[in-house]
């Protein structure tokens, strides 16, 4: 598997916080609280409705004629359910056979956001129609938990709808069916960043540089990939390719700091464990010079210091 085969995720933006860092049994550990994915749905019929009031009330003023929108009756009672959030009654909606697809998707996405484990069944014959039908009548926002510390605002699409399976089945122990359901999923980066972060989990090591290999920093998602590449090389004991990825993940400016900071963490947790004090503390230095608010961070340059 080779990274060309994989293509960038369309519009999709990141939200990436600091790790708390500490030092346990000689070791930097960084970590991050976790979080689920969230994946809100709202009545686009009622959000059109608002607007065109709104609009209707600017165009009488103006003496513009505005023409309001049509509740699209076929799914009506399902709309409605939407708009007070009623699972129950989203469930006993009539709607014709040709939406029982769309039916079953709004029910499952509003079971999944009060935290019931269901699954979206991104692998289902159907979902592309289905997702278009979903599309036309409803407003959906996905913010997506890829890996520790990383959130991803997505649209509802195949490669959103199997991270949030993913992370159901994870959720309930299913780790292996997490990982299957990722890598038959789209080839798209989100993905693989996911799947990374499920394989870390299980010190895969060897696993996540197989998957993440010919990797180059030519965005955010891939540079946290560099990152991860090079802290499983360390992990092996090659640490000639982990710095080397280290370096990638660093080589683009434009990458945000907080990217930044995350490579040179992780580069520094390599540094203790092969025993290199003064490198470690050299890159903890740099990430403090550029924010000294990163949690722990004052302490573990202390505690290295007293062992030098």
Known sequence: ????????????????????????????????????????????????????????????????????????????????????QDVGAAAAAHVRSDDLDLQRLVVSMMQRDRGQPVRLRAADDHIADTLARLHRHFSVRCLLAVAPGVLARSKLDVAAMTVLDAEMLAACGDHRGALDALQHGPRVTTLVLHRVALLRTSSADEEIVRLTDEITNIDP??????????????????????????????????????????????RAAGHIERGHIGRAIADLRRVHAHDADVIGLDRVIRSLRARR
């Not at 369309?10 to 976790?34: C, F, H, N, Y």
């Not at 600017?58 to 513009?64: F, M």
């Not at 990939?225 to 990638?248: K, T, V």
């Open 1 to 84: 598997m080779t990274w060309t085969n994989f293509r960038l995720d369309p519009d999709i933006g990141l939200a990436i916080v600091d790790p708390t860092v500490e030092l346990v049994d000689g070791r930097l550990l960084l970590s991050w609280p976790e979080r689920s994915s969230r994946v809100v749905i709202e009545s686009q019929v009622e959000i059109d409705a608002a607007r065109t009031r709104a609009v209707y009330a600017s165009g009488a003023r103006l003496g513009r004629s505005v023409r309001r929108v049509r509740t699209d009756s076929s799914i009506a009672d399902l709309a409605d359910a939407v708009v007070v």
């Open 221 to 266: 998602i891939s540079a946290l990939l560099c990152i991860e590449r090079g802290r499983s090389l360390g992990r092996i004991g090659d640490a000639g390719r982990a710095s080397a990825s280290f370096s990638e993940a660093l080589r683009v400016t434009r990458i945000a700091q907080v990217i930044k900071r995350r490579a040179v963490l992780a």
